[in-house]
């Protein structure tokens, strides 16, 4: 048989064998390409070959969080009848032990939280305060800027917020005991945690500025003899096991009153910085009301200041004056809508700052009238820079690493989550004994001696401004998708572009979190985009003026869309960070 009479053969008894395992209908592969109506409903192809990303389905309960032995954590606590909240502080405090670059009860965040029961949604914020003793030339060195050394120690950490930040949320929602969410890090800690290639590998890079505190960072971090740990090595860290039996025992005062503070103090004295007994004592988390705004017809409650997620309400504002479902996702037009509305937002937050000595004007920031205003100033023809973008006060409009983990419920309760040590590892010293990383968060206040921001310069006893912004949104006043993400500056823009790509374009949330995405840095800064993005698109963002250059990884989404049912749950671990992980209660 010639090899084109074989090949003819072969392709008839393809179609054959596809005939017969239809019934002598159409192909396998249309028919599979066309998904139900019900699982479209939910953002997009979910089981079809319309869509490269798929999510994990889950029932009863789902965590999606950048580290999958806490994600494991959090799962096992809702098969257990724990709810999200619970299985919120079993992931928070199990990521500082399976996530130290970030996960933390060292560093501070955000928690939106709905409560199913009374269909209400809260804000919990326990970021960073600056300590009471503080000076406006404190982190300035000679040269009268920054000193990134100082940062970098004891002196840049601000009251960490973590531990009253959970116990808050549990006090008021929590379902199991207190004592039985700690447990599960205590012991990992106390009997060991196989490390990953991901974990012990960021840990090598950071030897030598672990290496400046001996007697907390290198010691805890590293082995007896100073070398990294290797992947497949068992980690223990006894003095964390120390530090959460005080918090499992005395829940918030365990951390901000007692042993635990009487170490994190001594090392303050000992390492010139300035956290004292009172600052830690006094700390406590602000329960708030979210600030809402909507997005084509989807409710979306936002973080209150002092996080940024205002400053993408007004993003996604002035992107609703576009056309974006008809530009498409990921090309040259909808790019460049993104980075003007970006630039615009950086303007806007010279607004943004902290309490208790600043009112951001957050509720103008998230208006539609005030988005509507600002987004006049896009042409679809050219880039605006800083000569060409002028500054509007929201106030008459009134009416590094970082990690999230969103969860959510067979009782129909959610919570997206984010929290930070500021930058990775934070400032890479721990207090002796404590077992802990702490944060370098009070580098992020407005130190110049002229502040550019008009609420961000140091204040004793004031809460950082930060770009972290977990999100909710609703669909019929039920909550549709959970989402968040680290990444500094980049917040912000990787939110807009998952909620554009969830609503505009109708990608499930797994492809919504994988699609390419952008950066704008700053007004007159570079419009960075990631790898995957077409290097022939780039002339065509050149042409409208804008500085294009490559990026790395842009963020790392964690979200969970909920089903129409309540109770199917579709996960989305971004795979921009190695080892995240969407773990469902029951998957099949």
Do not use: C
Request: net charge neutral; no cysteine.
């Amino acid at each position: 048989m010639s090899k084109v009479v074989r090949t003819a053969f072969s392709r008839v008894a393809l179609a054959s064998v596809l005939a017969l395992s239809v019934g002598l209908g159409a192909p396998a592969f249309a028919q599979e390409a066309t998904p139900s109506a019900g699982l479209a409903s939910t953002g997009g192809d979910l089981i079809g070959y319309g869509s490269i990303h798929h999510p994990v389905i889950g029932r009863d309960g789902m965590v999606v969080a950048q580290n999958k032995i806490a994600a494991r954590i959090g799962a096992d606590v809702l098969a257990k009848g724990g709810n999200a909240v619970d299985a919120a502080v079993a992931v928070g405090i199990a990521e500082t032990l399976t996530l130290p670059r970030a996960g933390n009860i060292g560093g501070g965040g955000y928690m939106l939280v709905y409560d199913a029961a009374s269909r209400k949604t809260i804000a919990i914020e326990y970021y960073g305060q600056a300590p009471l003793a503080v000076k406006p030339d404190f982190l300035l060195g000679a040269d009268n800027r920054v000193d990134p050394d100082k940062v970098q120690s004891f002196k840049g950490v601000t009251v960490p917020g973590t531990v009253a930040g959970l116990y808050e949320a549990h006090r008021r929602f929590g379902k199991l005991p207190w004592a039985e969410l700690i447990q599960p890090t205590i012991d990992l800690a106390t009997n060991g945690v196989v490390m990953s290639d991901d974990e012990a590998t960021a840990l090598a890079q950071r030897k030598d500025a672990m290496a400046k505190d001996p007697d907390g960072a290198k010691k805890v971090f590293f082995k007896p003899d100073g070398s990294a740990y290797q992947p497949g090595d068992v980690f223990k860290n006894p003095d964390l096991a120390w530090s959460l039996k005080q918090i499992q025992a005395n829940g918030a005062d365990g951390f901000y009153k007692g042993p635990v503070a009487e170490r994190l103090v001594a090392a303050m004295k000992a390492n010139g910085g300035i956290i004292s007994m009172k600052d830690l004592a006094s700390y406590k988390a602000n329960v708030l009301e979210p600030i809402w705004s909507d997005y084509r017809g989807y409710k979306i409650a936002y973080m209150p200041p002092t996080s940024a997620a205002s400053s993408v309400a007004e993003a996604m504002n002035i992107l609703e004056q576009f056309p974006m479902s008809e530009y498409g996702q990921g090309n040259v037009a909808s790019m460049h809508v993104i980075a003007e509305a970006l630039k615009i937002v950086t303007m806007d937050r010279r607004y943004s700052g902290g309490g208790p000595q600043w009112k951001t004007p957050a509720k103008g920031i998230a208006s539609k009238a005030f988005g509507k205003e600002r987004a006049k100033l896009i042409s679809m023809d050219k880039s605006l820079d800083s000569k060409t973008l002028p500054a509007l006060d929201p106030h008459n409009f009134e009416g590094p690493d970082t990690t999230h983990f969103s969860i959510a419920d067979k009782y129909g309760n959610v919570v997206s989550n984010t929290y930070t040590l500021t930058a990775s590892f934070g400032a890479h010293v721990v207090a002796p004994g404590t077992g802990f990383l702490l944060n370098n968060s009070l580098g992020n206040f407005d130190w110049n001696p002229r502040p550019t921001s008009l609420g961000n310069k140091i204040e004793p006893g004031k809460r950082a401004q930060s770009t972290i912004s977990p999100i909710i949104v609703f669909e019929n006043d039920k909550p549709w998708v959970a989402t968040g993400t680290p990444g500094g500056g980049t917040i912000l823009g990787t939110m807009v572009q998952m909620l554009s790509n969830l609503i505009d374009h109708k990608l499930n949330v797994a492809e919504a979190a994988q699609r390419p995405r952008v950066y704008q840095a700053g007004i007159d800064g570079p419009l960075q985009l990631e790898e995957s993005i077409p290097q022939d698109l780039v002339a065509g963002l050149e042409a409208k003026g804008h500085k294009v250059e490559r990026s790395q990884i842009i963020g790392s989404t964690q979200s969970i869309m909920i089903g129409p049912d309540g109770n199917t749950f579709y996960g989305a671990a971004d795979t921009r960070r190695p080892d995240s992980a969407a773990i469902g209660v029951r998957q099949f």
